[in-house]
C-alpha cells in the first residue's frame, strides 16, 4: 500500500465538510425521518453514512457516535434520548468538528435542552482527547528526539488520568460507515476501545461496508477507493467475528442491504447493520437456576458454547441467567427463565461449570418460586398470578 491511509481519508472528508460528495457512501433510507425536520439542510448534506443506526437508541440513553462527522446523527439521537440522556460525537477532522459544533446552539434552542457534545478523537484510541493534546503542544512544540518522548508519556497521562470517554460509562456506541477508514493494524484496538467504554449490559449498534470477499491488491491499491469505503471493507463474517473476539455476546444482525451498493473487481460491497453486547465477564455461580428455549429450532448455541435444547430444563450459572432473562437484551424473547425451588445466596453458591450442558432436575427448581418470561403482556391467562391457563 503506497500511501497513508489517515490522510487520504482526513482530506476526503475535509472536502467533504465543504462540497457536498455524493460518492462518498450510499444513500440511507431513515424510517423514522421526523427527526431530521430540525436539522439544517447543511448538515443533512454533508453527513455520510451507509446505515441508520440511530433507529436502536432509546429514551435516557448516553451514547457515543464514532466518526459523528456534520452531527447528523447525534443531532437524531439527541431527540430520542431527550433531556436525560447524552451524545457524544467523536471525530478527527477539524472541518467536519467545526461544521458540526457550528449548530449547537440551534439545536438546543429547537429541542430547549442541549445534551450534545462533539470531541476530537482517534476512534481506535477514545481514551486520548486530541484537543487537550494539542493545547499541550502549543505549550511545548516538539523540537528534539527527547521530547518525544515527553509527548508520549503526557498523551499516556491524558488517557489515564483525564480520558476522552471513560472505562464503561456508556449505554450505546454507534457509528455508520466509519469502521472501514481504520487503518487494517489499528482495527483490534478499534473494537477493544469500543469495549471499554461500554457499561455492562450496553450494545454497540454499528452500520458499515461490508463484502462478500477479501478486496483484491487494486481495490486495496486505489486511495479513493479506501476513502470512499471499499478497500477498508470488512468481510461480512469477519465484521461479526471481530465482535466476537473482543469480548461481545448476543451479536446480531440488524439490517443487510439486499442490492449491493457497490460491485469492483467481482466483489460485492453492501451496508450491514450489527448489534452487539457487552457484559457476559465475571465468575459463573450456581444458584440452580435453569432456562427453556422455547424454539424453533431444535437446539441453539450461545457465544459461550452454551447448548440449550428445546423444551429442556438447561442448567445455567446466575450470571448467563441474568443475561438470558433481561428484559433489554437479545434473547428474553426465545426464553422462559426458571427460579430455583430454594434461594442461594451468590456469596455461598458454588462454582458452575460452564462448559458442561446440564438439564437442571425438576425438584430443584419447581415449586411457589418460579418466573416466566412473557413475550406478550396481553398474555394475562398464563401469567404466575392467573387462577386458569390456556
Not at 440511507?28 to 430540525?38: A, H, K, M, S, W
Not at 460485492?268 to 450456581?286: H, I, M, N, Q
Request: hydrophobic content about 35%.
Amino acid at each position: 500500500m503506497n500511501y497513508n491511509i489517515e490522510e487520504t481519508v482526513i482530506e476526503r472528508y475535509k472536502a467533504g465538510a465543504t462540497t457536498v460528495q455524493p460518492s462518498l457512501c450510499c444513500p440511507v433510507e431513515y424510517q423514522e425521518n421526523q427527526y431530521l425536520e430540525i436539522i439544517p439542510q447543511e448538515i443533512i448534506e454533508k453527513d455520510y453514512g451507509c446505515g441508520d443506526p440511530t433507529r436502536y437508541v432509546n429514551p435516557g440513553e448516553i451514547v457515543v457516535d464514532l466518526g459523528s462527522g456534520a452531527g447528523k446523527n447525534c443531532y437524531m439521537i439527541a431527540q430520542k434520548v431527550g433531556a436525560t440522556g447524552q451524545v457524544i460525537g467523536v471525530d478527527f477532522n477539524d472541518t467536519m468538528l467545526a461544521l458540526s459544533r457550528s449548530y449547537q446552539g440551534e439545536i438546543a434552542q429547537k429541542l430547549g435542552y442541549a445534551n450534545t457534545s462533539f470531541v476530537k478523537g482517534k476512534i481506535q484510541d477514545l481514551a486520548l482527547d486530541l484537543d487537550q493534546v494539542q493545547n499541550w503542544l502549543k505549550v511545548n512544540p516538539i523540537q528534539s528526539i527527547e521530547q518525544i518522548t515527553e509527548f508520549e508519556l503526557e498523551c499516556d497521562r491524558l488517557r489515564q488520568q483525564n480520558p476522552l470517554i471513560a472505562d464503561n460509562s456508556v449505554d450505546v456506541v454507534i457509528s455508520n460507515c466509519v469502521l472501514n477508514l481504520v487503518r487494517p493494524q489499528d482495527k483490534d484496538q478499534l473494537f477493544q476501545e469500543i469495549y471499554r467504554v461500554l457499561k455492562r449490559g450496553g450494545r454497540a449498534v454499528i452500520s458499515d461496508i461490508v463484502c462478500d470477499q477479501d478486496p483484491t491488491p487494486n481495490i486495496l491499491n486505489d486511495p479513493d477507493l479506501w476513502s470512499g469505503c471499499i478497500a477498508g471493507a470488512f468481510r461480512e463474517n469477519e465484521f461479526l467475528e471481530r465482535f466476537e473476539q473482543a469480548g461481545f455476546y448476543g451479536i446480531e444482525i440488524l439490517a443487510r442491504q439486499e442490492e449491493p451498493w457497490q460491485v469492483i473487481d467481482g466483489i460485492e460491497f453492501r451496508s450491514l447493520t450489527v448489534c452487539a453486547y457487552k457484559g457476559k465477564d465475571g465468575p459463573c455461580l450456581d444458584v440452580n437456576q435453569a432456562v427453556i428455549y422455547k424454539g424453533p429450532w431444535k437446539q441453539v448455541m450461545d457465544d459461550d458454547g452454551h447448548i440449550l435444547y428445546r423444551g429442556e430444563r438447561m442448567a445455567v450459572c446466575d450470571k448467563t441467567y441474568q443475561i438470558y432473562t433481561n428484559i433489554n437484551g437479545p434473547y428474553c424473547q426465545d426464553i422462559l427463565g426458571i427460579l430455583p425451588h430454594e434461594t442461594i445466596p451468590l456469596e455461598s453458591a458454588p462454582e458452575f461449570d460452564c462448559r458442561r450442558n446440564i438439564i437442571r432436575k425438576p425438584e430443584e427448581t419447581k415449586g411457589e418460586h418460579y418466573h416466566v418470561t412473557l413475550t406478550n403482556s396481553d398474555n394475562s391467562c398464563c401469567s404466575p398470578s392467573s387462577s386458569s391457563c390456556c
